[in-house]
């Protein structure tokens, strides 16, 4: 018996079609099970009065986290709900407070969590036309609308290029790290593209590419601020971090230029290839912006790939009112931009944009069964494989906010970073660590007494200055705990001095004066407790 015979036999025997009727009508029965629309309605303390957090410690009080055991015995889903809304929902991190000021998550406008759901419902596929079909249109149509918002091109540019398969002007990733990585590694496979009897980095590798080109190593170039997702992409294309150059800034948080010019003509004059320079437009732990015209200029005059970081700053370019905060990011070749930070879509979607229509061609990906060579497949140009089709919310935001909402929220949030940044003037118990350039602010708490000899000329000993660092740490610590108002911390660290800070970032725009104050007066609280029991410590 052959085996198609043996197959045809074996689908035909009337025991086995029965078997998968009832098969087919258990899964049936699994499929229809439901909460009957009631999760939302459960979902409660995600919303901007509720509290923040209860911290981990509690959290893991509220079940056996440490077993393996899952599933063993199903549960209804009206029992389920019960879990979700005693254990799981009371112990995530309310994103939506008004008092939650200290990360890059805001809480979400409803027609965008509403667009979310159908985008789940739909499961779409991003990769591939036969998965997405008219989502792969609207994601062409998104990318080249952000596209012509940084670089504005001419219409005709877009007529050419926007819905046209064998070009790419960028692609919408998983996050800014994603975005990052992309936009490094398709750099490197288009400075060592084929050449000759050299048949491409893609093909041949690193080793080969260095030996067919010259060159005796590769660095990126930027400022010590840049995101460490640049470190992620040195290492995943075979470099280190030392070949990640981190060049000082001045107090303002921008790179030195300077430095920046005497690296490149280093590298020119020793045959290493610089794979980047990187701009960076909104810093994550300063929110500083780098000088994007200069670097381009320098970019340009040593022939360099620039690469603008916009993960946080990008957002901006969607608002013609805001735009000239981040000048200069036209200069760029590619742009990260996060949707998932500035711009109110759900943790998962992120941009990449490439000025020039064939910057993916040498780093195309192509299989027999998708992303064929001329076919409309998007997965011919992004490292990710299977994609949910994000980019509709995006769509959705262009279309219902428009330039003019998205002007507003961002002329919102500015002002609460302003009202923020002069209370923090005028307060006895903090000050201001740097001038902020967007809408993060840093700023540390030191005791009055301290403070005043500081002001004064006075050089701190370097145990005060363990002891400023300590208490700031705890202060924040504390405030996480406490759950009622947050802002992050970072350490910032210059000519080895390390400075811990709070950094509090305005992205939600619905946060009131009150709340900024109690934010301020809740760090001054946990302070003055800690900074007595200290001091006795200490005495
Ligand atoms: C957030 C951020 C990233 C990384 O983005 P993820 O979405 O967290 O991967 C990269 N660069 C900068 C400047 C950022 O602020």
Not at 323 to 335: K, N, P, S
Request: a negative charge.
């Amino acid at each position: 018996m052959s085996l198609m015979e043996c197959r045809l036999e074996h689908e035909l025997r009337p025991s086995e079609q029965e078997g998968e009727m009832t098969a087919t009508a258990r899964a049936r029965e699994l499929y229809q099970l439901s909460f009957s629309g009631q999760l939302g309605h459960y979902l409660h303390g995600h919303d901007n009065e509720a509290k923040i957090s209860s911290g981990l410690k509690l959290a893991a009080s509220r079940g056996r986290f440490d077993s393996v055991e899952i599933g063993n015995t199903s549960v209804s889903p009206f029992e389920y709900l019960g879990f979700l809304e005693k254990v799981v929902f009371p112990n995530t991190v309310n994103t939506f407070s008004n008092k939650f000021l200290g990360h890059m998550t805001a809480p979400l406008p409803a027609f965008i969590t509403e667009v979310a759901g159908a985008i789940s419902q739909m499961n779409q596929n991003q990769v591939k036309v036969e998965t997405s079909n008219i989502l792969t249109l609207i994601e062409r149509q998104v990318l080249g609308a952000i596209h012509h918002k940084i670089f504005a091109y001419p219409e005709a540019f877009y007529d050419n290029y926007m819905q046209c398969p064998e070009s790419s002007l960028g692609v919408v990733t998983g996050g800014g790290t994603l975005a990052n990585i992309t936009s490094l590694s398709y750099a490197l496979n288009c400075a060592f593209r084929a050449d000759g009897d050299f048949a491409g980095l893609t093909k041949e590798g690193l080793v080969a590419a260095l030996r067919h080109y010259g060159y005796e190593d590769v660095v990126i170039i930027g400022s010590k601020r840049m995101h460490y997702s640049v470190d992620k992409a040195a290492k995943l294309l075979g470099l280190g971090e030392k070949n990640v150059i981190r060049l000082d800034t001045d107090s303002n948080g921008r790179v030195d230029l300077a430095e920046m010019q005497m690296y490149l003509q280093e590298c020119q004059q020793n045959n290493i290839h610089v794979l980047a320079v990187i701009g960076i437009a909104g810093a994550t732990e300063t929110g500083s912006v780098d000088p994007l015209e200069d670097i381009g200029r320098l970019a340009k005059a040593f022939g360099v790939h620039y690469h603008v970081d916009a993960a946080w700053g990008g957002a901006y370019a969607f608002s013609s009112q805001h735009r000239d905060l981040i000048q200069g990011i036209e200069l760029a070749d590619t742009v990260t931009i996060c949707a998932h930070k500035q711009l109110y879509i759900p943790m998962g979607t992120s941009l990449c944009i490439f000025r020039s229509p064939d910057f993916a061609s040498h780093s195309e990906n192509n299989t027999a069964y998708q992303c064929k060579k001329g076919s409309y497949d998007l997965g011919r140009y992004t490292i990710e494989g299977s994609r949910p089709a994000s980019v509709l919310m995006l769509h959705a935001l262009l279309n219902i906010w428009g330039d003019e909402g998205i002007g507003h929220i961002f002329e919102t949030t500015l002002s609460t970073t302003r009202l923020f940044t002069e209370k923090i003037r005028q307060s006895e118990s903090f000050f201001l660590v740097q001038e902020p350039a967007l809408n993060i602010v840093v700023y540390r708490y030191m005791p009055v007494s301290l403070r005043h000899r500081v002001e004064a000329g006075d050089a701190l000993s370097s145990d005060e200055l363990d002891f400023v660092n300590a208490i700031n740490r705890q202060i924040q610590s504390q405030q996480f705990m406490n759950g009622n108002t947050f802002a992050s911390s970072t350490t910032l660290v210059d000519d080895d001095e390390e400075t811990v800070v709070f950094r509090s970032v305005f992205c939600n725009p619905l946060a009131r004066e009150k709340d900024i104050e109690q934010l301020l007066a809740d760090q001054e609280e946990i302070a003055k407790a800690l900074a007595i029991s200290e001091l006795l410590a200490m005495s």
